[in-house]
């Protein structure tokens, strides 16, 4: 079964800075249809202006991971780190029992377009955490590449949740098959491009939860990145 949220369908915040799009529920935007999927919470894509963003705020009992598309993204937090996450960089935040960040538009001349994933850890009260690590998806064209998931690896970042978050880069016409195993599910969000998942076809923002589908196949009808995340 696959049921597909379509990008034209998401909520909007629209503010002079910032133009965000919500997957699921968050913030005033409510939809009792739209709030996750498994532990997979919130899934927002930003669109911030030049040097402007989000100023320190808390966060806690939360995974949130970052996806940089175009731009770079400057990041301050209460754990001293201080960073800038650009396009082939990916970033984990656990927030744990308390963490306060910054998130900022670092260039002073272009916009940054990023997608801000919340995923709910397998428990409460953890140690607040960051990590960054750089994938340039181009060196592995028309491969599954794992960013993160629950056990912590040289490559992939670490998640406190049973959940795998995968990322693929396709040209025109590529396809990639993914197995599911039984009694798990899938989440698909095209960031960039076209595709064609099985018959249906997704556009960029467009994203699918899928169940009960032992396999998939996802083909490029434009040149794509398209991030998978399995979830229990």
Same mark, same amino acid.
Do not use: C
């Given at each position: 079964?696959?049921?597909?949220?379509?990008?034209?369908?998401?909520?909007?915040?629209?503010?002079?800075?910032?133009?965000?799009?919500?997957? +699921?529920?968050?913030?005033?935007?409510?939809?009792?249809?739209?709030?996750? +999927?498994?532990?997979?919470?919130?899934?927002?894509?930003?669109?911030?202006?030049?040097?402007?963003?989000?100023?320190?705020?808390?966060?806690?009992?939360?995974?949130?991971?970052?996806?940089?598309?175009? #731009?770079?993204? @400057?990041?301050?937090?209460?754990?001293?780190? #201080?960073?800038?996450?650009?396009?082939?960089?990916?970033?984990?935040?656990?927030?744990?029992?308390?963490? @306060?960040?910054?998130?900022?538009?670092?260039?002073?001349?272009?916009?940054?377009?990023?997608?801000?994933?919340?995923?709910?850890?397998?428990?409460?009260?953890?140690?607040?955490?960051?990590?960054?690590?750089?994938?340039?998806?181009?060196?592995?064209?028309?491969?599954?590449?794992? $960013?993160?998931?629950?056990?912590?690896?040289?490559?992939?970042? $670490?998640?406190?949740?049973?959940?795998?978050?995968?990322?693929?880069?396709? @040209?025109?016409?590529?396809?990639?098959?993914?197995?599911?195993?039984?009694?798990? +599910? @899938?989440?698909?969000?095209?960031?960039?491009?076209?595709?064609?998942?099985?018959?249906?076809?997704?556009?960029?923002?467009?994203?699918?939860?899928?169940?009960?589908?032992?396999?998939?196949?996802?083909?490029?009808?434009?040149?794509?990145?398209?991030?998978?995340?399995? $979830?229990?």
């Amino acid at each position: 079964m696959i049921n597909i949220r379509r990008s034209a369908e998401r909520g909007r915040t629209k503010l002079h800075w910032l133009e965000s799009y919500h997957t +699921f529920s968050f913030g005033e935007y409510l939809d009792p249809r739209h709030m996750g +999927f498994r532990s997979l919470r919130v899934l927002n894509e930003d669109f911030v202006e030049p040097g402007q963003g989000f100023d320190t705020h808390p966060h806690k009992d939360a995974e949130i991971f970052t996806y940089v598309l175009e #731009g770079a993204l @400057a990041h301050r937090d209460s754990l001293g780190h #201080g960073s800038v996450l650009h396009s082939d960089e990916v970033q984990m935040m656990t927030a744990g029992k308390g963490i @306060a960040h910054s998130e900022y538009n670092y260039s002073r001349r272009k916009p940054v377009h990023f997608l801000q994933v919340w995923i709910a850890p397998k428990k409460g009260g953890l140690d607040p955490s960051y990590a960054q690590r750089v994938f340039r998806l181009e060196h592995f064209p028309g491969e599954w590449v794992l $960013l993160a998931g629950p056990e912590e690896q040289e490559r992939s970042l $670490l998640i406190h949740q049973d959940v795998r978050i995968w990322a693929t880069a396709l @040209a025109v016409s590529q396809e990639i098959p993914y197995r599911l195993e039984a009694g798990r +599910f @899938a989440w698909i969000q095209v960031a960039k491009g076209a595709v064609k998942l099985n018959q249906d076809r997704l556009s960029a923002g467009d994203g699918a939860a899928i169940a009960q589908e032992p396999e998939i196949l996802v083909k490029g009808q434009e040149p794509s990145e398209i991030l998978l995340f399995d $979830l229990a």
